[in-house]
T-cell receptor
Framework: EADIYQTPRYLVIGTGKKITLECSQTMGHDKMYWYQQDPGMELHLIHYSYGVNSTEKGDLSSESTVSRIRTEHFPLTLESARPSHTSQYLC???????????????FGPGTRLTVT | GNSVTQMEGPVTLSEEAFLTINCTYTATGYPSLFWYVQYPGEGLQLLLKATKADDKGSNKGFEATYRKETTSFHLEKGSVQVSDSAVYFCAISMDSNYQLIWGAGTKLIIKP
């Protein structure tokens, strides 16, 4: 079983608030990812990190920012939330499995964000 | 570029029916292949994987075989249950990149 945690699981906030979604993993994985997903729909990569002090934007443009100060921690911040940010945010981590190019990812349970 | 195409959903079946969800890929190299499952309100879980041609991944009664000649990795199960209702994602991983390339997902609904 993978150990990757996200808090909060559900969040309802008003427009203009600053929020931070937390993601932590206890597996020592160096690669971590944030995805945005409307429930049950396609996954969109918004940020990724290949190690401490390394962060990159993903395929989908996002107004959020991330940081990676510690291996196990990869928080996502929205400085001013808007209704268009309403979505599910999934955090994942990965490590080379040792057999072929198999960078399987392990996912947290997700944060369902609603901005009113 | 590299891409994954999945059968469009929703797929609706009766309990104990045979399931196939099609997945094909386009890749310039020799990818590893994955199926993930997402139950309602949860994150994704790895269901099975295959890393080389003719490998068969299997888990929880689901199977998929890496078919290099047809660039496919179709998911099958002989007898589905209501508890298999979920969204299923096909994905590939290239050795030149640490990211997964995802299909759009296929929603599966099993009726009792």
């Amino acid at each position: 079983e993978a150990d990757i945690y996200q808090t909060p699981r559900y969040l309802v906030i008003g427009t203009g608030k600053k929020i931070t979604l937390e993601c932590s993993q206890t597996m020592g994985h160096d690669k971590m990812y944030w995805y945005q997903q409307d429930p049950g729909m396609e996954l969109h990569l918004i940020h990724y990190s290949y190690g401490v002090n390394s962060t990159e934007k993903g395929d989908l443009s996002s107004e959020s920012t991330v940081s990676r100060i510690r291996t196990e921690h990869f928080p996502l911040t929205l400085e001013s939330a808007r209704p268009s940010h309403t979505s599910q945010y999934l955090c994942a981590s990965s490590e080379y499995s040792g057999r072929g190019p198999a960078y399987e990812q392990y996912f947290g349970p997700g944060t369902r964000l609603t901005v009113t | 570029g590299n891409s994954v195409t999945q059968m469009e959903g929703p797929v609706t079946l009766s309990e104990e029916a045979f399931l196939t969800i099609n997945c094909t890929y386009t890749a310039t190299g020799y990818p590893s292949l994955f199926w993930y499952v997402q139950y309602p309100g949860e994150g994704l879980q790895l269901l099975l994987k295959a890393t080389k041609a003719d490998d068969k991944g299997s888990n929880k009664g689901f199977e998929a075989t890496y078919r290099k000649e047809t660039t496919s990795f179709h998911l099958e199960k002989g007898s589905v249950q209501v508890s298999d209702s979920a969204v299923y994602f096909c994905a590939i991983s290239m050795d030149s990149n640490y990211q997964l390339i995802w299909g759009a997902g296929t929603k599966l609904i099993i009726k009792p």
